[in-house]
T-cell receptor, first 117, second 112 residues
Framework: ETGVTQTPRHLVMGMTNKKSLKCEQHLGHNAMYWYKQSAKKPLELMFVYNFKEQTENNSVPSRFSPECPNSSHLFLHLHTLQPEDSALYLC????????????????FGPGTRLLVL | GQQLNQSPQSMFIQEGEDVSMNCTSSSIFNTWLWYKQDPGEGPVLLIALYKAGELTSNGRLTAQFGITRKDSFLNISASIPSDVGIYFCAGDNAGNNRKLIWGLGTSLAVNP
């Protein structure tokens, strides 16, 4: 139990579907992240939220739309995805660096395995 | 994007053997992190290093923050079957606004 939960754990969707991934952290952190993990590639940072404000959008296509209603919850809304978007989508959280630089360590959820047909 | 050089890519060892893996970077890092990922799960933090030269242990795991701040290693002593998984290094150079730079991982297989 890492304190970061993600649902669903597995998702199969067609290219015309709309779905959402959910992440919740129970660690009292105030920064949350979405990553994409594909085979043979390093983890790709997609979005960063700090105190509910988006601070990073790493050139992610608009078919991925993040939402952070509060510091504990993070969503990734998906629409008109492509087969190459199939991957493991990981959520992570960390503490704000101003409080303690040593608390920058990111803690990950179990991920959502996404398959786009 | 930027990535760390992590080696070896994979290892197949006998139970009880010691394991060593390392990461190098062309730039200086302020933080080195080592994670382990089991199949179907997210990465789990093993050891975090915050100072050059720092040597930290977590059970059978030992990691060091290189004195040049451009490398780190992770050692596992007396490996057991549950050590199987992919080990990732990640670094933070503090100038990237929370962007961790990741290695490609070392896949470890342990033969009982």
């Amino acid at each position: 139990e890492t304190g970061v939960t993600q649902t669903p754990r597995h998702l199969v969707m067609g290219m015309t579907n709309k779905k959402s991934l959910k992440c919740e952290q129970h660690l009292g952190h105030n920064a949350m992240y979405w990553y994409k993990q594909s085979a043979k590639k390093p983890l790709e940072l997609m979005f960063v939220y700090n105190f509910k404000e988006q601070t990073e959008n790493n050139s992610v296509p608009s078919r991925f739309s993040p939402e952070c209603p509060n510091s504990s919850h993070l969503f990734l809304h998906l629409h008109t995805l492509q087969p190459e978007d199939s991957a493991l989508y990981l959520c992570a959280s960390s503490q704000d660096e101003l409080a303690d630089p040593n608390q920058e360590t990111q803690y990950f959820g179990p991920g959502t395995r996404l398959l786009v047909l | 994007g930027q990535q760390l050089n992590q080696s070896p890519q994979s290892m197949f060892i006998q139970e009880g053997e010691d394991v060593s893996m390392n990461c190098t970077s062309s730039s200086i890092f302020n933080t080195w992190l080592w994670y382990k990922q089991d199949p179907g799960e997210g990465p789990v933090l093993l050891i975090a290093l915050y100072k050059a030269g720092e040597l930290t242990s977590n059970g059978r795991l030992t990691a060091q923050f290189g004195i040049t701040r451009k490398d780190s290693f992770l050692n596992i002593s007396a490996s057991i079957p549950s050590d199987v998984g992919i080990y990732f290094c990640a670094g933070d150079n503090a100038g990237n606004n929370r962007k961790l730079i990741w290695g490609l991982g070392t896949s470890l297989a342990v033969n009982p």
